[in-house]
């Protein structure tokens, strides 16, 4: 299980997101008709797949809100993804590779929907070992919300 913490703070109040997945070849993947079945596996590009499991997302522990994986958080973690897929395909060992993201763990005090982008990078970055590409974050105290530039 590779899980990355993603951290953003630049002023009282910050973003904190934590992802969890694996990697894996698609080729290979032991639940291959299980993946074919699930209609959340989305091709990224040639030869580089993810799957969002959420059966494997089960909450645990007494606070359930703190633990999730929404549809509407996809395609923000398909964008991220997409940006770096590139530096996924040039380190990774398989030809095709299935990355299997299982779970996410926010507060929504904590939170903004762009943050999944970078931290999406940042987890494939550390899941590939490459070096992620700078992600350039401004504060907007006027509308209390980060600006990303992607």
Same mark, same amino acid.
């Given at each position: 299980m590779i899980v990355h913490k993603y951290r953003l703070c630049k002023t009282s109040w910050g973003i904190a997101i934590n992802i969890y997945g694996n990697v894996f070849d698609y080729d290979r993947y032991n639940s291959k008709v299980y993946v074919m079945e699930n209609n959340h596996l989305?091709? +990224?590009?040639?030869? %580089?797949y993810v799957l969002f499991d959420k059966e494997q997302n089960r909450n645990v522990g007494p606070n359930h809100s703190y633990n999730q994986m929404q549809v509407d958080d996809y395609s923000y973690m398909i964008e991220g993804l997409l940006k770096v897929s590139g530096k996924i395909k040039e380190n990774t060992e398989y030809q095709n &590779? %299935? $990355?299997? $993201? &299982?779970?996410?763990?926010?507060?929504?005090?904590?939170?903004? *929907? *762009?943050? %999944? +982008?970078?931290?999406?990078?940042?987890?494939a970055a550390k899941a590939f070992d490459f070096t992620c590409p700078h992600i350039e974050v401004k504060y907007q105290k006027d509308i209390n919300k980060y600006l990303y530039e992607l």
């Open positions: 989305t091709k +990224i590009c040639e030869g %580089l &590779t %299935l $990355i299997v $993201i &299982t779970r996410l763990e926010f507060s929504l005090c904590d939170f903004q *929907e *762009e943050g %999944l +982008i970078a931290g999406m990078m940042e987890w």
